[in-house]
């Protein structure tokens, strides 16, 4: 049984390995720096906690990545869920383009996503911005919002359906009062993946920001020139914001499952 | 009857128009752009101009190349590495098994750039590594893991390991038991069984991986702009630069389509090798 | 990255349930030629022939009806001023005119490629001041009609206070566009703790004892001088065969693997973390870093040449608050502010008098400041005597922009090798 915990062993330091970067960072929150470059240990310090939104330029592009994460959430979320549904509810002409088409864009790699949509805005003539970051982040996280949907649609016991239908309900009340909430979960899981991808984008971002700035391309613009610690600060926080949130759902989630 | 049948376009519509108008045509401008002849200032007008591909070829082929050998290397890396972590997950994480997942993910609830800029502060120079080995005279002054190949390409497994495991993890949970106890019951021993059984049966998990990983390691810019040096430049960079450093529209696009053409063309053609309809049938059960 | 967190069986299903076959390569190209009709064919640009030498009639034009907002957005280098904003504060204090500072450029190309779309557009950039470098996209932005005519009769104080010489720069004769902010020389910057012997000439970036510790500029027109230099050939009157010849020597370069990377102004934070030893630098930059850091590293103009340039003031056409942009470049030229600024950011000063101003406020101090703000006023680096011209070289001038995408073809490939 040796072999059994060199695997563990084993496992354990791929874990470390993984989570070392985190532990810097999370340190270099709480490091006494003096100048604009945080990159040796100076003492252990709380001030930056107390500091953490006084940068406007910093808090501003964590409130835009928010806001744009949102409403990619909500609009991937309704234009994903209506062709996930569709695909696995439906046989129609056509239906095979779309999954190509959702195929080829996630397959794609961002970067060629990102300068593709660069060059159409380039072409139109449109001014890059926040409302072009949202475009492109909906764009990228329909597909992964409809394989999603589409997935749990087709696994959908239909005989459930029939028997409301065969108890007078309207096509219409079968779908709110019986499929949606069935398939709801995961509506609630391709979105939730739809904000994960959304607030930490940087390379569709990158491409169609123009002078607008999320947090993510905040960070890429000021490591080049020193990292404030607020960064680290702000980070950690957003880790254990959503590991709370991870942790929550698995919680609440485990005795539906059994 | 009307209703049903019109229903799934009415469902498809706004969804499939977002993604024609964004990401469809885009491609399609990208093509026409890299035909196109002129300069920023000027404007580009459309002269079907197919020297600038083969320019852009010329000159950036050996980023084109690094970056596949790259996104190759980290890709058999990653399955190597991510095996044994998910064999043991699968057999013998038992009641823990969402634990260690979810520790496996944990640092994903960082940010990708931030993580990234992370590793440059731990491997730097004199930094927190290889500062105190060099102060103690076990490294030479010159020593660096920065701006070598291994350090993007470590940078590179370290961002993609999850893709790798989470499925071939999968593949291996959706083993039975009692298949690997009938091989051992025939007299396989561990080895034997682990090769003629538990590898082929986790292979579509491996495939899965294997797309999901060498596409985005391939195109990726950001591990290399960080951790590498001008000896790593892969195409991903080139390319970020002619559209955002140079205003090079013409050749960064047709830089792009080459890229993507590769990289679709390979998925396709993997996707057809393997017949991905295997995959299914095990990812359906 | 936008790869999910935690691709589930059913994302796994979802990207590999399918071949691909005929039908498939049928529906793309179908795909295709109708993106193909949606698309535009055609880039329409901005540039005219006469848009360096503006209508008469376009000063007047663009400031008519132009109002004061009390507010300016000012985008500008790192390293380019006291952190705490000093002078910033003196000028809200003065006018009332709030001033919000985002140091927001650190290179010259990929600031255009940014703000050239929105600019296309007609849209505000979110900036109605920025700080940009006679060079090539100096020239893009002139020519793409980017660039607010200024309204000498707002820019009292420099006509009063501004080096004569900076009136009348290749680059922007007769300032129609610009007015200088600092001018800077690129040179040399090594940390002695690493390198025992004195670094004197552009061959030592060359010298593969620095084997992987040496950094240059990935601005090509950074690079491309130096290469030039290291030839003994004058970059401001460069011929395409001088360029090739140089991009021969910086090949050389990067295949001996004496070059660590092609840095923006991260070369500071390179420089810094000891990536790299020895680096082309910006003049004012190590200064400045030795400063806040207590760092030691040391900057040299090489004896065989340096390069001298103009970062200059620029209002974009699309900005909001133009007269607080401009009510704000005059205040630089104010003597005090222009000595204030000098003193901390250590560049070259468009000020002449401000070198009185700075050894009165040494005179005023005691000490090592009052030391420090001597050396300031003796630096050559703050205000350049003749002899120092002497060894600087200027930029190439490019008079169209296919001579200039020549160059770029040229050097490019060897940054982004």
Known sequence: MTGRRVLYAYTWLVIAWLTLPVLVMVLFGFNDTPGRYNQTWDGFTLKWY??????????????????????????????????????????????????????????????????????????????????TITIAHVMFCISFVAVVVRARVLTLDRSIEEAAADLGATPWTTFWRVTFPIILPAVMSGMLLAFALSIDDFVVTNFTAGTATTFPLWIWGSTRVGLPPQVNVMGTLIFLIGVLIAVITSIRSRPQRR | ??????????????????????????????????????????????????????????????????????????????????????????????????????????????????????????????????????????????????????????????????????????????????????????????????RKVIFPLALPGVFAGVLMTFVPASSDYVNSAVLGSSSTTMIGQVIQAQYLTSSNYPTASALSFTLMAVLLIGVFAYARALGTEDVMKVAAR | MSQPPTPGPALLRGLTQRRFDRRDTLRMSGLAALGMALSACGVKGKGSPGASAPAPDAVAKFWSGKTSNGKVNFANWPLYMDPAHPELKKFTAATGVQVKYQEVILEMGPWFAKVQPQLKAGQDIGFDLMVITNGIQFKQFVDSGFLAPLDHTKLPNYAANADPAYKNEAFDRGNVYTVPWTSGITGIAYDPKKINRPVTRLADLWDPAFKGKVGMFSDTQELGNFGMMALGINPEKSTPDDWKKAAEKLKEQKSAGVIRNYYDQSYVDALGKGEVWITQAWSGDIFQKNVSDGTDFTFVIPEDGGTIWTDNFAIPVTAKNPLDAIKLIDFFYQVDIAASLAEYINYVCPVPAAREQIRKDAAAKSGDDKASLEAVAQSPLVFPAAADYAKLHYYRDFATQAEQQQYQSIFEPIVLG
């Open chain 1, 50 to 131: 107390g500091r953490v939104f006084e940068l406007d330029e910093l808090t501003r592009a964590l409130v835009t990545s928010l806001a744009v994460a949102v409403v990619t959430m909500l609009a991937a979320g309704a234009l994903g869920t209506g062709i996930g549904y569709a695909l696995g509810r439906y046989r129609f002409r056509g239906s095979g383009t779309v999954n190509l088409v959702m195929f080829a864009a996630i397959a794609s790699p961002e970067l060629v996503m990102g300068a593709s949509l660069l060059t159409l805005f380039v072409s139109l003539g449109v001014g890059p911005g926040v409302v």
């Open chain 2, 1 to 194: 009857m009307l209703r049903r049948r019109i229903a799934p376009y009415l469902l498809v519509l706004p969804g499939g128009l977002w993604l024609l108008l964004f990401f469809v045509v885009p491609m399609v401008t990208m093509l026409s752009l890299s035909l196109q002849e002129g300069d920023v200032v000027n404007g580009y007008v459309l002269t079907g101009h197919w020297q600038t591909y083969v320019d852009a070829i010329a000159n950036y082929e050996p980023q084109l190349v690094r970056s596949l050998a790259y996104g190759a290397i980290t890709t058999v890396v990653l399955i190597v590495l991510a095996f044994p972590v998910a064999y043991w997950i699968a057999f013998y994480g038992g009641r823990r098994k969402p634990t260690y997942l979810f520790l496996l993910l944990l640092p994903f609830f960082v940010s990708f750039v931030l993580r990234t800029i992370s590793w440059r502060l731990i491997l730097t120079d004199d930094g927190l590594l290889l500062g105190p080995l060099k102060d103690a005279g076990l490294l030479p002054a010159q020593f660096h893991i920065l701006g070598t190949p291994v350090a993007v390409i470590g940078g590179l497994v370290y961002n993609f390991l999850p893709f790798m495991v989470l499925p071939v993890y999968v593949a291996l949970e959706r083993i039975d038991p009692r298949v690997v106890e009938a091989a051992r019951d025939l007299y396989a021993d561990p080895a034997t069984a682990f």
